[in-house]
Protein backbone atom coordinates (compact mmCIF):
# COMPACT_ATOMS: atom_id res chain seq x y z
CA UNK A 1 0.00 0.00 0.00
CA UNK A 2 2.60 2.35 1.12
CA UNK A 3 4.09 1.87 -2.54
CA UNK A 4 1.23 2.40 -4.01
CA UNK A 5 1.05 5.84 -2.66
CA UNK A 6 4.77 6.82 -3.32
CA UNK A 7 4.42 5.54 -6.68
CA UNK A 8 1.04 7.83 -7.27
CA UNK A 9 3.22 10.67 -5.33
CA UNK A 10 5.58 10.26 -7.98
CA UNK A 11 3.69 9.78 -10.96
CA UNK A 12 1.57 13.11 -9.94
CA UNK A 13 4.42 15.23 -9.31
CA UNK A 14 6.12 14.17 -12.83
CA UNK A 15 2.26 14.96 -14.56
CA UNK A 16 2.67 18.76 -12.70
CA UNK A 17 6.00 18.97 -13.73
CA UNK A 18 5.43 18.54 -17.49
CA UNK A 19 1.84 20.51 -17.31
CA UNK A 20 3.99 23.77 -15.87
CA UNK A 21 6.10 23.66 -18.08
CA UNK A 22 5.36 27.00 -20.28
CA UNK A 23 6.11 26.75 -24.47
CA UNK A 24 9.22 28.64 -25.35
CA UNK A 25 8.42 31.43 -27.23
CA UNK A 26 11.54 33.51 -28.71
CA UNK A 27 11.10 37.51 -28.12
CA UNK A 28 10.18 40.09 -30.99
CA UNK A 29 12.56 42.49 -31.55
CA UNK A 30 12.26 46.51 -32.90
CA UNK A 31 10.08 48.82 -32.19
CA UNK A 32 6.79 48.79 -31.55
CA UNK A 33 3.35 50.91 -31.04
CA UNK A 34 0.00 50.81 -29.14
CA UNK A 35 -2.83 51.44 -31.10
CA UNK A 36 -6.78 51.33 -29.98
CA UNK A 37 -8.42 49.37 -32.11
CA UNK A 38 -12.18 48.53 -31.47
CA UNK A 39 -13.34 44.74 -31.41
CA UNK A 40 -15.94 43.32 -32.87
CA UNK A 41 -18.73 43.69 -29.88
CA UNK A 42 -17.06 47.45 -30.01
CA UNK A 43 -15.41 47.53 -27.14
CA UNK A 44 -12.06 49.99 -27.36
CA UNK A 45 -8.62 47.49 -26.79
CA UNK A 46 -5.12 48.21 -26.88
CA UNK A 47 -3.35 46.01 -29.38
CA UNK A 48 0.36 45.86 -30.08
CA UNK A 49 2.21 47.05 -33.69
CA UNK A 50 5.13 45.51 -34.23
CA UNK A 51 7.90 46.53 -36.41
CA UNK A 52 7.50 44.30 -39.93
CA UNK A 53 10.10 44.22 -43.01
CA UNK A 54 8.37 46.28 -45.76
CA UNK A 55 7.70 45.25 -49.25
CA UNK A 56 10.15 44.96 -51.48
CA UNK A 57 10.73 44.11 -54.95
CA UNK A 58 14.60 42.59 -56.18
CA UNK A 59 16.01 40.83 -58.86
CA UNK A 60 16.92 37.22 -57.84
CA UNK A 61 19.52 35.34 -59.63
CA UNK A 62 17.23 33.98 -62.38
CA UNK A 63 16.93 37.77 -63.02
CA UNK A 64 12.90 37.13 -61.78
CA UNK A 65 11.31 40.20 -59.71
CA UNK A 66 11.07 38.73 -56.05
CA UNK A 67 8.73 40.50 -53.29
CA UNK A 68 7.28 39.53 -49.85
CA UNK A 69 4.56 37.33 -51.33
CA UNK A 70 8.01 34.99 -52.57
CA UNK A 71 7.94 34.27 -48.20
CA UNK A 72 4.06 34.43 -47.82
CA UNK A 73 4.16 32.52 -44.26
CA UNK A 74 7.57 31.38 -44.38
CA UNK A 75 10.02 31.45 -41.63
CA UNK A 76 13.43 33.05 -43.17
CA UNK A 77 16.67 34.03 -42.52
CA UNK A 78 18.03 37.29 -44.20
CA UNK A 79 21.41 38.27 -44.52
CA UNK A 80 23.74 40.60 -46.15
CA UNK A 81 27.18 39.90 -48.24
CA UNK A 82 28.69 40.04 -51.80
CA UNK A 83 30.57 37.46 -53.99
CA UNK A 84 33.68 38.93 -53.87
CA UNK A 85 33.73 39.06 -50.45
CA UNK A 86 36.90 37.37 -49.20
CA UNK A 87 36.65 38.19 -45.18
CA UNK A 88 33.33 37.26 -43.33
CA UNK A 89 31.20 36.15 -46.18
CA UNK A 90 32.53 32.81 -46.83
CA UNK A 91 32.35 31.56 -43.20
CA UNK A 92 28.84 33.07 -42.73
CA UNK A 93 27.41 31.27 -45.70
CA UNK A 94 29.72 28.30 -45.28
CA UNK A 95 27.31 28.16 -41.64
CA UNK A 96 24.16 29.40 -43.46
CA UNK A 97 24.61 26.08 -45.86
CA UNK A 98 24.58 23.82 -42.59
CA UNK A 99 21.27 25.68 -41.95
CA UNK A 100 19.74 24.82 -44.81
CA UNK A 101 20.94 21.53 -45.10
CA UNK A 102 19.11 20.91 -41.75
CA UNK A 103 15.92 22.64 -43.15
CA UNK A 104 16.02 21.76 -46.91
CA UNK A 105 13.16 19.35 -46.70
CA UNK A 106 10.88 22.30 -44.69
CA UNK A 107 8.66 24.42 -47.17
CA UNK A 108 8.65 26.46 -44.25
CA UNK A 109 11.90 27.34 -44.20
CA UNK A 110 13.51 29.58 -46.71
CA UNK A 111 16.73 31.99 -46.81
CA UNK A 112 17.21 35.38 -48.19
CA UNK A 113 20.99 36.43 -48.83
CA UNK A 114 21.12 40.40 -50.50
CA UNK A 115 24.19 41.58 -52.16
CA UNK A 116 25.54 44.96 -51.05
CA UNK A 117 27.55 45.16 -54.18
CA UNK A 118 25.28 46.82 -56.98
CA UNK A 119 27.50 47.66 -59.15
CA UNK A 120 29.14 44.07 -59.76
CA UNK A 121 26.90 41.34 -58.61
CA UNK A 122 24.33 41.23 -61.08
CA UNK A 123 21.57 38.12 -61.53
CA UNK A 124 23.94 36.71 -63.54
CA UNK A 125 26.92 37.12 -60.98
CA UNK A 126 24.32 35.69 -58.30
CA UNK A 127 23.72 32.70 -60.00
CA UNK A 128 26.95 31.37 -60.88
CA UNK A 129 27.96 32.20 -57.09
CA UNK A 130 24.94 30.58 -56.36
CA UNK A 131 25.58 26.86 -58.33
CA UNK A 132 29.27 27.32 -57.03
CA UNK A 133 28.07 26.84 -53.13
CA UNK A 134 25.97 24.10 -54.28
CA UNK A 135 22.57 25.85 -53.38
CA UNK A 136 21.20 26.91 -56.26
CA UNK A 137 17.51 26.17 -55.28
CA UNK A 138 14.22 27.75 -55.08
CA UNK A 139 14.65 27.58 -51.14
CA UNK A 140 17.45 30.11 -51.09
CA UNK A 141 17.35 33.68 -53.13
CA UNK A 142 19.79 35.38 -53.78
CA UNK A 143 18.84 39.06 -54.97
CA UNK A 144 20.55 41.93 -56.32
CA UNK A 145 18.80 45.36 -55.71
CA UNK A 146 19.81 49.26 -56.45
CA UNK A 147 21.99 50.60 -53.75
CA UNK A 148 19.10 53.15 -52.45
CA UNK A 149 16.67 50.41 -51.74
CA UNK A 150 19.05 47.62 -50.43
CA UNK A 151 21.19 49.92 -48.08
CA UNK A 152 17.49 50.97 -46.77
CA UNK A 153 16.44 47.74 -45.87
CA UNK A 154 19.44 46.77 -44.31
CA UNK A 155 19.55 49.41 -41.64
CA UNK A 156 16.28 50.84 -41.42
CA UNK A 157 14.56 47.72 -41.65
CA UNK A 158 16.66 44.04 -40.79
CA UNK A 159 18.93 46.45 -38.43
CA UNK A 160 22.67 45.13 -40.11
CA UNK A 161 24.75 47.81 -41.01
CA UNK A 162 26.30 48.17 -44.58
CA UNK A 163 28.29 50.47 -46.22
CA UNK A 164 30.94 51.40 -49.24
CA UNK A 165 34.42 51.72 -47.89
CA UNK A 166 37.32 52.22 -50.15
CA UNK A 167 39.68 51.57 -47.76
CA UNK A 168 37.93 48.08 -46.62
CA UNK A 169 39.74 44.91 -47.75
CA UNK A 170 36.97 44.39 -50.69
CA UNK A 171 35.32 47.65 -51.01
CA UNK A 172 32.28 47.13 -48.96
CA UNK A 173 31.69 46.87 -44.57
CA UNK A 174 29.46 45.14 -43.32
CA UNK A 175 27.52 43.26 -40.46
CA UNK A 176 27.46 39.71 -40.29
CA UNK A 177 24.45 39.09 -38.83
CA UNK A 178 21.69 36.39 -39.60
CA UNK A 179 18.37 37.87 -39.18
CA UNK A 180 15.46 35.38 -38.61
CA UNK A 181 12.06 36.87 -39.57
CA UNK A 182 8.76 35.11 -38.32
CA UNK A 183 5.46 34.43 -40.66
CA UNK A 184 4.02 37.98 -39.84
CA UNK A 185 7.51 39.51 -40.87
CA UNK A 186 8.29 40.59 -37.81
CA UNK A 187 12.33 40.19 -36.43
CA UNK A 188 12.52 37.16 -34.05
CA UNK A 189 16.47 36.55 -33.63
CA UNK A 190 19.68 38.39 -34.80
CA UNK A 191 22.47 35.84 -34.64
CA UNK A 192 26.21 36.49 -35.71
CA UNK A 193 27.04 33.86 -38.64
CA UNK A 194 30.69 33.93 -38.23
CA UNK A 195 30.23 32.41 -35.04
CA UNK A 196 29.19 28.48 -34.74
CA UNK A 197 27.70 28.82 -31.33
CA UNK A 198 25.22 31.34 -32.50
CA UNK A 199 24.52 29.60 -35.67
CA UNK A 200 23.51 26.26 -33.78
CA UNK A 201 21.30 28.87 -31.64
CA UNK A 202 19.64 29.91 -35.07
CA UNK A 203 18.65 26.35 -35.73
CA UNK A 204 17.62 25.74 -32.48
CA UNK A 205 15.08 29.12 -32.75
CA UNK A 206 14.60 28.01 -36.07
CA UNK A 207 12.58 24.71 -34.35
CA UNK A 208 11.17 26.66 -31.74
CA UNK A 209 10.00 29.53 -34.35
CA UNK A 210 8.43 26.54 -36.25
CA UNK A 211 6.62 25.19 -33.31
CA UNK A 212 5.18 28.23 -32.16
CA UNK A 213 1.55 28.46 -32.02
CA UNK A 214 -0.05 31.46 -34.22
CA UNK B 1 89.99 -6.52 -29.21
CA UNK B 2 91.10 -5.18 -25.72
CA UNK B 3 87.87 -3.92 -23.24
CA UNK B 4 89.63 -0.88 -23.13
CA UNK B 5 88.76 -0.55 -27.01
CA UNK B 6 85.61 -1.66 -26.41
CA UNK B 7 84.59 0.78 -24.21
CA UNK B 8 86.33 3.15 -26.17
CA UNK B 9 84.15 2.66 -29.49
CA UNK B 10 81.38 2.45 -27.49
CA UNK B 11 81.91 5.52 -26.44
CA UNK B 12 82.33 6.81 -29.42
CA UNK B 13 79.48 5.47 -31.24
CA UNK B 14 77.34 6.78 -28.13
CA UNK B 15 78.66 10.31 -29.20
CA UNK B 16 77.72 10.25 -32.69
CA UNK B 17 74.34 8.84 -31.81
CA UNK B 18 73.80 11.34 -29.34
CA UNK B 19 74.46 14.25 -32.03
CA UNK B 20 72.66 13.04 -34.53
CA UNK B 21 69.50 12.74 -31.94
CA UNK B 22 69.98 16.08 -31.13
CA UNK B 23 70.33 17.47 -34.56
CA UNK B 24 66.99 15.37 -35.38
CA UNK B 25 65.16 16.99 -32.56
CA UNK B 26 66.21 20.49 -33.17
CA UNK B 27 65.20 20.30 -36.24
CA UNK B 28 61.90 18.61 -35.27
CA UNK B 29 61.53 21.32 -32.81
CA UNK B 30 61.72 23.89 -35.53
CA UNK B 31 59.35 22.23 -37.75
CA UNK B 32 56.88 22.03 -34.78
CA UNK B 33 57.53 26.13 -34.28
CA UNK B 34 56.72 26.54 -37.76
CA UNK B 35 53.75 24.42 -38.02
CA UNK B 36 51.92 26.26 -34.62
CA UNK B 37 52.59 29.71 -35.91
CA UNK B 38 51.29 28.54 -39.29
CA UNK B 39 47.96 27.57 -38.45
CA UNK B 40 47.73 31.07 -36.03
CA UNK B 41 48.03 32.35 -39.58
CA UNK B 42 45.93 29.67 -41.12
CA UNK B 43 43.17 31.20 -38.86
CA UNK B 44 43.47 34.48 -39.30
CA UNK B 45 43.91 34.70 -43.20
CA UNK B 46 43.24 31.24 -44.98
CA UNK B 47 40.51 29.42 -42.84
CA UNK B 48 36.95 31.50 -43.38
CA UNK B 49 37.60 30.42 -47.24
CA UNK B 50 39.51 27.63 -47.03
CA UNK B 51 37.49 25.82 -43.70
CA UNK B 52 39.17 25.08 -40.58
CA UNK B 53 39.43 21.23 -41.84
CA UNK B 54 40.84 22.80 -45.26
CA UNK B 55 37.67 21.21 -46.50
CA UNK B 56 36.92 24.48 -48.87
CA UNK B 57 33.86 26.04 -49.65
CA UNK B 58 31.76 24.52 -52.51
CA UNK B 59 33.42 25.02 -56.15
CA UNK B 60 34.06 28.59 -54.76
CA UNK B 61 37.07 27.41 -53.00
CA UNK B 62 39.17 24.50 -53.33
CA UNK B 63 40.04 22.49 -50.52
CA UNK B 64 43.38 21.64 -49.49
CA UNK B 65 43.35 18.05 -49.27
CA UNK B 66 45.05 16.67 -52.28
CA UNK B 67 48.25 15.68 -51.25
CA UNK B 68 49.38 15.10 -54.46
CA UNK B 69 48.56 18.61 -56.46
CA UNK B 70 50.04 20.27 -52.95
CA UNK B 71 53.63 17.90 -53.20
CA UNK B 72 53.44 18.21 -57.41
CA UNK B 73 53.07 22.46 -57.07
CA UNK B 74 55.12 22.90 -53.77
CA UNK B 75 57.19 25.35 -55.30
CA UNK B 76 54.81 27.60 -56.75
CA UNK B 77 52.74 27.54 -53.15
CA UNK B 78 55.02 30.70 -52.57
CA UNK B 79 53.94 32.67 -55.23
CA UNK B 80 50.23 31.45 -55.27
CA UNK B 81 49.76 33.04 -51.30
CA UNK B 82 51.98 36.55 -52.80
CA UNK B 83 50.73 37.48 -55.88
CA UNK B 84 47.14 35.47 -55.71
CA UNK B 85 45.92 33.23 -58.31
CA UNK B 86 43.56 33.58 -61.09
CA UNK B 87 43.92 30.40 -63.29
CA UNK B 88 42.11 27.01 -63.30
CA UNK B 89 43.52 24.19 -61.40
CA UNK B 90 42.27 20.51 -61.17
CA UNK B 91 42.04 19.80 -57.17
CA UNK B 92 41.03 15.86 -56.22
CA UNK B 93 39.99 15.77 -59.73
CA UNK B 94 37.33 18.88 -59.98
CA UNK B 95 38.17 22.03 -61.66
CA UNK B 96 38.01 25.09 -59.73
CA UNK B 97 38.27 28.87 -61.36
CA UNK B 98 38.16 31.02 -58.60
CA UNK B 99 40.28 34.31 -58.01
CA UNK B 100 41.95 34.39 -55.05
CA UNK B 101 43.70 37.36 -53.60
CA UNK B 102 47.47 37.93 -52.97
CA UNK B 103 48.50 38.78 -49.56
CA UNK B 104 51.38 41.24 -50.84
CA UNK B 105 52.27 42.05 -47.57
CA UNK B 106 53.00 38.76 -45.91
CA UNK B 107 56.72 37.81 -44.97
CA UNK B 108 58.87 34.75 -46.33
CA UNK B 109 59.01 33.05 -43.07
CA UNK B 110 55.07 33.78 -42.47
CA UNK B 111 54.52 32.22 -45.89
CA UNK B 112 56.87 29.23 -45.24
CA UNK B 113 55.01 28.60 -41.90
CA UNK B 114 51.68 28.71 -42.93
CA UNK B 115 53.00 26.12 -46.05
CA UNK B 116 54.60 24.26 -43.47
CA UNK B 117 51.18 24.26 -41.69
CA UNK B 118 49.10 23.73 -44.58
CA UNK B 119 51.34 20.48 -46.04
CA UNK B 120 51.57 19.10 -42.97
CA UNK B 121 47.96 19.07 -42.24
CA UNK B 122 44.70 17.87 -43.85
CA UNK B 123 46.46 14.56 -44.69
CA UNK B 124 49.75 16.22 -45.62
CA UNK B 125 53.12 15.23 -44.55
CA UNK B 126 55.63 17.24 -46.53
CA UNK B 127 58.10 18.14 -43.84
CA UNK B 128 59.88 21.18 -43.53
CA UNK B 129 60.05 24.03 -45.66
CA UNK B 130 62.14 26.89 -44.71
CA UNK B 131 61.70 30.56 -45.22
CA UNK B 132 64.64 31.13 -47.92
CA UNK B 133 63.46 28.47 -49.86
CA UNK B 134 60.34 30.80 -49.76
CA UNK B 135 62.39 33.47 -51.34
CA UNK B 136 64.05 31.36 -53.72
CA UNK B 137 60.69 30.20 -55.15
CA UNK B 138 59.53 34.09 -55.00
CA UNK B 139 62.28 34.55 -57.94
CA UNK B 140 60.90 31.98 -59.73
CA UNK B 141 56.67 33.24 -59.80
CA UNK B 142 55.48 33.51 -63.45
Given at each position: ????????????????????????????????????????????????????????????????????????????????????????????????????????????????????????????????YAQKLGVDVPQWQFVWGNKEEVYKIAEKDYLVAVQEDNTATDGYIHQGWLVLIDKHKRIRGAYDGTKPEEVEKLKNDISILLAEKE | MTLKKIVLYSLFLGAIAMVIHACQSASEIELAKYHSNGK????????????????????????????????????????????????????????????MAGFKDMHDIDIAQVIVYITNSFENKQGMYTYEQVANDLKNCK
Amino acid sequence: MKKIVRYTLVASLIALGTSCKQEKKLPIYGDREAKIIKDASGNEKIDTIYKTIPNFKFLNQDSIEITQNTFKNKVYVADFFFTSCSTICPTMHRHMKTIYEKFKSNPEVMFLSHTIDFKYDKPSVLKKYAQKLGVDVPQWQFVWGNKEEVYKIAEKDYLVAVQEDNTATDGYIHQGWLVLIDKHKRIRGAYDGTKPEEVEKLKNDISILLAEKE
Amino acid sequence: MTLKKIVLYSLFLGAIAMVIHACQSASEIELAKYHSNGKDIYKTKCQNCHGENGEGLGELTPPLTDTIFLQQNKQKLACYIKNGVNEPMEINGKIYHEKMAGFKDMHDIDIAQVIVYITNSFENKQGMYTYEQVANDLKNCK
